[in-house]
Protein backbone atom coordinates (compact mmCIF):
# COMPACT_ATOMS: atom_id res chain seq x y z
CA UNK A 1 0.00 0.00 0.00
CA UNK A 2 1.14 3.63 -0.97
CA UNK A 3 2.58 5.90 1.99
CA UNK A 4 -0.72 7.78 2.47
CA UNK A 5 0.15 9.25 6.14
CA UNK A 6 0.49 13.40 4.55
CA UNK A 7 3.95 14.27 5.90
CA UNK A 8 3.96 16.80 9.04
CA UNK A 9 6.47 19.77 9.26
CA UNK A 10 10.04 18.39 11.03
CA UNK A 11 8.70 20.53 14.24
CA UNK A 12 5.54 18.87 14.55
CA UNK A 13 5.39 17.18 18.08
CA UNK A 14 3.74 14.54 19.48
CA UNK A 15 0.95 15.90 22.00
CA UNK A 16 1.46 13.13 24.20
CA UNK A 17 5.37 12.31 24.77
CA UNK A 18 6.58 15.19 22.43
CA UNK A 19 8.82 13.17 20.35
CA UNK A 20 8.67 13.70 16.72
CA UNK A 21 4.71 13.71 15.46
CA UNK A 22 4.14 11.57 12.46
CA UNK A 23 0.36 11.83 12.16
CA UNK A 24 -2.17 14.36 12.37
CA UNK A 25 -5.97 13.56 13.94
CA UNK A 26 -7.86 16.09 12.98
CA UNK A 27 -11.44 14.90 15.35
CA UNK A 28 -9.04 14.41 17.91
CA UNK A 29 -7.46 17.81 17.44
CA UNK A 30 -4.06 16.14 18.11
CA UNK A 31 -1.09 14.87 16.77
CA UNK A 32 1.34 11.50 17.45
CA UNK A 33 4.38 9.91 17.18
CA UNK A 34 4.44 6.30 15.81
CA UNK A 35 4.51 4.52 18.93
CA UNK A 36 1.78 6.48 20.76
CA UNK A 37 -0.35 5.99 17.40
CA UNK A 38 0.12 2.49 17.80
CA UNK A 39 -1.18 2.82 21.10
CA UNK A 40 -4.20 4.81 20.12
CA UNK A 41 -5.30 2.31 17.97
CA UNK A 42 -4.34 -0.34 20.91
CA UNK A 43 -6.52 1.77 23.10
CA UNK A 44 -9.88 2.00 20.75
CA UNK A 45 -9.71 -1.80 20.49
CA UNK A 46 -9.23 -2.52 23.79
CA UNK A 47 -11.94 -0.23 24.87
CA UNK A 48 -14.63 -1.66 22.34
CA UNK A 49 -13.75 -4.61 23.66
CA UNK A 50 -14.09 -4.26 26.77
CA UNK A 51 -17.67 -3.02 26.39
CA UNK A 52 -18.87 -6.13 24.68
CA UNK A 53 -17.63 -7.90 27.85
CA UNK A 54 -15.88 -10.72 26.02
CA UNK A 55 -13.73 -12.92 28.01
CA UNK A 56 -9.48 -12.28 27.06
CA UNK A 57 -9.42 -16.31 26.80
CA UNK A 58 -12.29 -16.62 24.31
CA UNK A 59 -11.26 -17.66 20.74
CA UNK A 60 -12.22 -15.14 18.64
CA UNK A 61 -13.53 -16.16 14.97
CA UNK A 62 -11.95 -12.99 12.30
CA UNK A 63 -14.02 -12.34 9.44
CA UNK A 64 -10.77 -11.07 7.48
CA UNK A 65 -11.69 -9.90 3.33
CA UNK A 66 -7.78 -9.04 2.88
CA UNK A 67 -8.46 -5.52 3.17
CA UNK A 68 -7.11 -2.87 5.79
CA UNK A 69 -9.59 -2.96 8.06
CA UNK A 70 -9.68 -6.75 9.15
CA UNK A 71 -6.06 -7.13 8.63
CA UNK A 72 -5.75 -3.85 10.93
CA UNK A 73 -8.39 -5.83 13.64
CA UNK A 74 -6.34 -9.25 13.40
CA UNK A 75 -3.48 -7.60 14.10
CA UNK A 76 -4.79 -5.59 17.39
CA UNK A 77 -6.40 -8.15 18.99
CA UNK A 78 -3.19 -10.33 18.47
CA UNK A 79 -1.13 -7.28 20.27
CA UNK A 80 -4.12 -7.06 23.07
CA UNK A 81 -3.47 -10.75 24.22
CA UNK A 82 -6.55 -12.38 22.03
CA UNK A 83 -6.15 -15.71 21.02
CA UNK A 84 -8.13 -15.60 17.28
CA UNK A 85 -8.28 -17.41 14.23
CA UNK A 86 -9.16 -16.12 10.80
CA UNK A 87 -11.94 -16.98 7.90
CA UNK A 88 -11.90 -15.90 4.58
CA UNK A 89 -14.79 -16.17 2.37
CA UNK A 90 -13.59 -15.56 -1.22
CA UNK A 91 -16.45 -14.51 -3.15
CA UNK A 92 -15.15 -15.33 -6.79
CA UNK A 93 -14.65 -11.86 -8.38
CA UNK A 94 -11.62 -12.02 -10.75
CA UNK A 95 -8.66 -10.87 -9.83
CA UNK A 96 -9.94 -9.06 -6.82
CA UNK A 97 -10.67 -12.37 -4.92
CA UNK A 98 -7.50 -13.92 -5.57
CA UNK A 99 -5.69 -10.63 -4.38
CA UNK A 100 -7.55 -10.31 -1.58
CA UNK A 101 -7.03 -14.29 -0.69
CA UNK A 102 -3.29 -13.63 -1.29
CA UNK A 103 -2.80 -10.41 1.36
CA UNK A 104 -4.94 -12.70 4.11
CA UNK A 105 -2.44 -15.52 3.16
CA UNK A 106 0.90 -13.48 3.45
CA UNK A 107 -0.46 -11.81 6.34
CA UNK A 108 -1.28 -14.80 8.41
CA UNK A 109 2.14 -16.70 7.18
CA UNK A 110 4.45 -13.54 8.96
CA UNK A 111 2.66 -13.99 11.97
CA UNK A 112 2.21 -17.82 12.17
CA UNK A 113 -1.17 -17.37 12.19
CA UNK A 114 -4.12 -20.02 11.20
CA UNK A 115 -6.80 -19.43 9.15
CA UNK A 116 -9.82 -21.12 6.70
CA UNK A 117 -10.48 -20.23 3.01
CA UNK A 118 -14.29 -21.05 2.04
CA UNK A 119 -15.27 -20.48 -1.50
CA UNK A 120 -19.08 -19.20 -2.16
CA UNK A 121 -19.26 -21.07 -5.04
CA UNK A 122 -18.67 -24.14 -3.31
CA UNK A 123 -20.88 -23.52 -0.20
CA UNK A 124 -23.49 -21.51 -2.34
CA UNK A 125 -23.74 -22.50 -5.75
CA UNK A 126 -22.85 -19.15 -7.65
CA UNK A 127 -19.84 -16.64 -6.95
CA UNK A 128 -20.71 -12.64 -7.06
CA UNK A 129 -19.62 -12.63 -10.93
CA UNK A 130 -22.27 -15.41 -11.26
CA UNK A 131 -24.74 -13.44 -9.15
CA UNK A 132 -24.18 -10.47 -10.77
CA UNK A 133 -25.36 -11.49 -14.21
CA UNK A 134 -28.74 -13.46 -13.09
CA UNK A 135 -29.90 -10.89 -10.93
CA UNK A 136 -31.02 -7.52 -11.88
CA UNK A 137 -30.53 -5.65 -8.58
CA UNK A 138 -27.63 -3.64 -6.87
CA UNK A 139 -25.03 -6.60 -6.09
CA UNK A 140 -23.29 -5.12 -2.47
CA UNK A 141 -27.10 -5.43 -0.78
CA UNK A 142 -27.02 -9.51 -2.32
CA UNK A 143 -23.34 -9.65 -1.43
CA UNK A 144 -23.97 -8.23 1.96
CA UNK A 145 -26.94 -10.65 3.07
CA UNK A 146 -25.01 -13.55 1.41
CA UNK A 147 -22.09 -12.61 3.54
CA UNK A 148 -23.68 -12.26 6.44
CA UNK A 149 -25.43 -16.11 6.26
CA UNK A 150 -22.39 -17.47 5.00
CA UNK A 151 -20.34 -16.19 8.12
CA UNK A 152 -22.97 -17.23 10.23
CA UNK A 153 -22.99 -20.88 9.13
CA UNK A 154 -19.34 -21.13 8.66
CA UNK A 155 -18.52 -19.97 12.22
CA UNK A 156 -21.20 -22.11 13.53
CA UNK A 157 -19.30 -24.94 11.84
CA UNK A 158 -16.55 -24.11 12.69
CA UNK A 159 -17.51 -23.96 16.96
CA UNK A 160 -17.04 -20.70 17.45
CA UNK A 161 -18.81 -18.50 19.91
CA UNK A 162 -17.54 -14.91 18.95
CA UNK A 163 -17.47 -13.12 15.07
CA UNK A 164 -15.53 -10.26 15.23
CA UNK A 165 -15.42 -8.11 11.62
CA UNK A 166 -13.81 -5.36 10.67
CA UNK A 167 -16.20 -2.40 9.90
CA UNK A 168 -15.08 0.75 11.18
CA UNK A 169 -16.10 3.88 12.79
CA UNK A 170 -16.94 5.33 9.32
CA UNK A 171 -18.81 2.00 8.09
CA UNK A 172 -21.00 2.24 11.18
CA UNK A 173 -21.60 6.26 10.95
CA UNK A 174 -22.48 5.68 7.47
CA UNK A 175 -24.83 3.20 8.21
CA UNK A 176 -26.54 5.12 10.75
CA UNK A 177 -26.99 7.78 8.37
CA UNK A 178 -28.16 6.20 5.26
CA UNK A 179 -31.02 4.66 7.48
CA UNK A 180 -31.41 7.90 8.90
CA UNK A 181 -31.68 9.16 5.69
CA UNK A 182 -34.22 6.55 4.39
CA UNK A 183 -36.28 7.01 7.75
CA UNK A 184 -35.52 3.19 8.53
CA UNK A 185 -36.36 3.10 11.63
CA UNK A 186 -36.50 -0.60 12.22
CA UNK A 187 -33.19 -0.95 11.37
CA UNK A 188 -31.39 1.57 13.46
CA UNK A 189 -33.19 0.35 16.48
CA UNK A 190 -30.87 -2.66 15.24
CA UNK A 191 -27.74 -1.06 14.94
CA UNK A 192 -25.09 -1.87 17.77
CA UNK A 193 -21.77 -2.78 17.61
CA UNK A 194 -22.26 -5.84 19.54
CA UNK A 195 -25.06 -8.69 19.11
CA UNK A 196 -25.29 -11.72 21.32
CA UNK A 197 -25.36 -15.23 20.42
CA UNK A 198 -28.46 -16.78 19.51
CA UNK A 199 -27.82 -20.11 20.84
CA UNK A 200 -27.36 -23.41 18.61
CA UNK A 201 -27.99 -20.85 15.65
CA UNK A 202 -26.18 -17.85 15.70
CA UNK A 203 -22.83 -16.65 17.20
CA UNK A 204 -22.39 -13.26 18.72
CA UNK A 205 -21.17 -11.01 16.39
CA UNK A 206 -18.77 -7.67 17.51
CA UNK A 207 -17.36 -5.04 15.79
CA UNK A 208 -14.05 -3.69 17.80
CA UNK A 209 -13.09 -0.83 15.44
CA UNK A 210 -15.61 0.75 15.78
CA UNK A 211 -13.97 3.63 17.77
CA UNK A 212 -11.56 3.94 15.19
CA UNK A 213 -12.12 5.81 11.32
CA UNK A 214 -11.20 4.28 8.38
CA UNK A 215 -7.83 6.89 7.47
CA UNK A 216 -6.54 5.75 11.03
CA UNK A 217 -6.39 2.49 9.76
CA UNK A 218 -4.79 2.95 6.79
CA UNK A 219 -2.37 4.97 8.63
CA UNK A 220 -1.87 2.01 10.78
CA UNK A 221 -1.43 -0.37 8.38
CA UNK A 222 1.51 1.29 7.20
CA UNK A 223 3.17 2.05 10.52
CA UNK A 224 2.36 -1.67 11.69
CA UNK A 225 3.80 -3.14 8.13
CA UNK A 226 0.94 -5.00 6.91
CA UNK A 227 0.13 -5.44 3.40
CA UNK A 228 -3.50 -5.49 2.51
CA UNK A 229 -5.46 -5.75 -0.45
CA UNK A 230 -5.36 -2.11 -2.02
CA UNK A 231 -8.11 -2.09 -4.24
CA UNK A 232 -11.21 -1.26 -3.62
CA UNK A 233 -14.14 -4.11 -5.20
CA UNK A 234 -14.59 -3.50 -8.59
CA UNK A 235 -18.33 -4.05 -8.15
CA UNK A 236 -18.26 -1.26 -5.56
CA UNK A 237 -19.13 1.25 -8.12
CA UNK A 238 -22.24 3.28 -7.43
CA UNK A 239 -22.75 1.83 -3.97
CA UNK A 240 -25.21 4.04 -2.21
CA UNK A 241 -23.22 3.35 1.63
CA UNK A 242 -20.34 4.51 -0.64
CA UNK A 243 -22.17 7.92 -1.69
CA UNK A 244 -23.34 8.46 1.85
CA UNK A 245 -19.93 7.85 3.68
CA UNK A 246 -18.44 10.47 0.53
CA UNK A 247 -20.96 12.74 2.33
CA UNK A 248 -20.15 11.80 5.64
CA UNK A 249 -16.30 12.81 4.56
CA UNK A 250 -17.32 16.10 3.26
CA UNK A 251 -18.45 17.25 6.85
CA UNK A 252 -15.87 15.75 8.50
CA UNK A 253 -13.39 17.98 6.38
CA UNK A 254 -15.32 20.75 7.25
CA UNK A 255 -16.40 20.08 10.48
CA UNK A 256 -13.62 17.25 12.34
CA UNK A 257 -15.24 15.50 14.60
CA UNK A 258 -18.71 14.70 13.01
CA UNK A 259 -18.57 11.09 12.17
CA UNK A 260 -17.46 10.14 16.51
CA UNK A 261 -20.21 12.84 17.23
CA UNK A 262 -22.86 11.41 15.31
CA UNK A 263 -22.25 8.16 15.54
CA UNK A 264 -21.59 8.23 19.81
CA UNK A 265 -24.18 10.73 20.60
CA UNK A 266 -26.41 7.53 18.90
CA UNK A 267 -24.64 5.17 21.32
CA UNK A 268 -25.10 6.63 24.37
CA UNK A 269 -28.77 6.12 24.68
CA UNK A 270 -28.53 2.17 23.38
CA UNK A 271 -27.90 -0.41 25.43
CA UNK A 272 -26.03 -4.00 23.81
CA UNK A 273 -29.15 -5.98 22.63
CA UNK A 274 -29.90 -8.67 25.28
CA UNK A 275 -29.88 -12.39 23.22
CA UNK A 276 -33.34 -13.02 24.63
CA UNK A 277 -34.25 -9.77 22.57
CA UNK A 278 -33.16 -11.07 19.57
CA UNK A 279 -36.24 -12.09 17.61
CA UNK A 280 -35.40 -14.34 15.35
CA UNK A 281 -37.24 -16.93 13.58
CA UNK A 282 -36.10 -20.33 11.22
CA UNK A 283 -36.33 -19.97 7.71
CA UNK A 284 -39.06 -22.92 6.68
CA UNK A 285 -36.61 -23.24 3.56
CA UNK A 286 -33.03 -24.00 4.93
CA UNK A 287 -33.71 -23.58 8.61
CA UNK A 288 -31.51 -20.79 9.24
CA UNK A 289 -31.99 -17.42 10.94
CA UNK A 290 -34.38 -15.61 9.65
CA UNK A 291 -36.55 -12.52 10.57
CA UNK A 292 -39.25 -13.76 8.28
CA UNK A 293 -40.87 -16.91 7.17
CA UNK A 294 -38.05 -17.24 4.30
CA UNK A 295 -34.76 -15.82 4.87
CA UNK A 296 -33.14 -13.50 2.45
CA UNK A 297 -30.80 -16.00 1.18
CA UNK A 298 -33.81 -18.17 0.34
CA UNK A 299 -35.12 -15.53 -1.67
CA UNK A 300 -31.93 -14.88 -3.44
CA UNK A 301 -31.62 -18.73 -4.33
CA UNK A 302 -35.05 -18.76 -5.72
CA UNK A 303 -34.18 -15.76 -8.14
CA UNK A 304 -31.32 -17.59 -9.42
CA UNK A 305 -33.12 -21.00 -9.97
CA UNK A 306 -35.74 -19.14 -11.99
CA UNK A 307 -32.92 -17.19 -13.48
CA UNK A 308 -30.51 -20.55 -14.25
CA UNK A 309 -31.21 -20.69 -17.85
CA UNK A 310 -29.46 -17.54 -18.81
CA UNK A 311 -32.71 -14.83 -17.94
CA UNK A 312 -31.85 -12.13 -15.34
CA UNK A 313 -34.07 -11.77 -12.85
CA UNK A 314 -35.55 -8.58 -11.62
CA UNK A 315 -35.47 -7.98 -8.02
CA UNK A 316 -36.08 -5.42 -4.95
CA UNK A 317 -33.49 -3.99 -3.45
CA UNK A 318 -33.32 -4.12 0.26
S1 LIG B 1 -18.11 -3.90 -2.76
FE1 LIG B 1 -20.08 -4.91 -2.95
S2 LIG B 1 -19.73 -6.65 -4.32
FE2 LIG B 1 -17.73 -5.95 -3.65
S3 LIG B 1 -17.27 -7.24 -1.87
FE3 LIG B 1 -18.24 -5.36 -1.08
S4 LIG B 1 -20.40 -5.85 -0.94
FE4 LIG B 1 -19.46 -7.42 -2.24
ZN1 LIG C 1 4.35 10.02 21.35
ZN1 LIG D 1 -33.43 -19.75 4.10
Redesign the pocket.
Same mark, same amino acid.
Given at each position: MENVIPKLPEEAK??? %? @??R?VIRLPSHNTI? %? @????I?FCENGVARAMKKFDIPKGTELLVAVSGGKDSLALWDLLNRLGYATRGIHLDLGIEVFSEASCDAVSDFAALRGLSWTRYSLKENFGWNIEEIRFRIRRAICSICGTIKRQMLNRLAMKEGCEFLVSGHNLDDEAGRLLGNTLRHRTQYIEKQYPFLPAVPGMMPAKAKPLYRLESHELRAYCCFASIRPHGERCPLSRGATSHIVKDALDVLEQKMPGTKRDFYFTYLKNRQAPRSEEREIAICKTCGEPAYMETCSVCTIRAQLLAGRDGGRVEGEDA
Open positions: CKK %C @RAGF %C @RECFA
